[in-house]
């Protein structure tokens, strides 16, 4: 099956400072989501981005699907942006639909 | 409030005692799925329904069953529950496995 990689494991940033989570997919994948992992364990999506570039506020993602990889990209980052970030996707060839997550890049914003 | 909601949200059990998560959104979505969160591995999917008519594995599907006898409802069950079960579990729903998933708060469950 579909490796998912996440990188780096791990951040930590001074509160304004800008950054980029990366998520490295070791065959074709389809439907592409982000995820924030709150401190309380809530998951929320983020992003579904198979293709292209979206923006919500602060937040952005672009996934390059031909080169297997997608950016998540936070600027003048908060603590409240503290959290565990997630990419998941289907694999494009199975021809199943379940999803497969990375393990994880684990941010902490410090005031 | 659109909403996946889970319950028991904690249960500590013992090994071998049956016991069923339930899992219900409100959003008429078509697509549920059932993911275990263990430390170090991120999420792995267990199950995953397309809609009433179709249900099939994820990952990690092993000791796990879930039914499908309603669009709002995705039960997980524990036929006979043991130690490596412990872990945290989400359920999470979408319009259709292209679109983007909503999780419910999670059940942590403990296995002794």
């Known amino acids: 099956g579909i490796q998912v990689e996440q990188s780096p494991p791990d951040l930590i940033l001074q509160e304004g400072a800008n950054s980029t989570l990366r998520c490295n997919f070791s065959d074709s994948v389809n439907n592409l989501q982000w995820f924030h992992q709150n401190p309380w364990g809530q998951l929320i999506n983020l992003f579904y981005?198979?293709?292209g570039t979206k923006q919500n506020g602060r937040l952005s993602a672009t996934t390059v699907a031909t080169e297997r990889y997608s950016l998540l990209y936070i600027s003048s980052s908060q603590t409240t942006d503290s959290g565990v970030y997630f990419c998941?996707?289907?694999?494009?060839?199975?021809?199943?639909?379940?999803?497969?997550f990375g393990t994880g890049t684990r941010l902490k914003v410090l005031a | 409030e659109a909403q996946v909601t889970q319950n028991p949200r904690y249960l500590i059990t013992v090994t071998g005692k049956k016991l069923t998560v339930t899992c219900s959104q409100n959003?008429?979505?078509?697509?549920m799925s059932w993911y275990r969160q263990d430390p170090g591995l991120g999420l792995r999917q267990i199950y995953y329904?397309?809609?009433?008519?179709?249900?099939d594995k994820g990952d990690v599907p092993e000791g796990y069953k879930v039914s499908r006898k309603e669009k709002r409802n995705f039960p997980l069950i524990l036929e006979s529950p043991s130690p490596n079960q412990t872990s945290l579990y989400f359920c999470?729903?979408?319009?259709?496995?292209?679109?983007?998933?909503?999780f419910g708060d999670g059940t942590r469950l403990s296995i002794l």
């Open positions: 329904s397309m809609n009433v008519e179709v249900t």
């Open positions: 998941a996707a289907t694999s494009a060839d199975s021809g199943t639909y379940k999803y497969i």
């Open positions: 959003m008429n979505h078509e697509y």
């Open positions: 999470a729903s979408s319009g259709a496995y292209d679109q983007p998933q909503h």
């Open positions: 981005i198979p293709s």
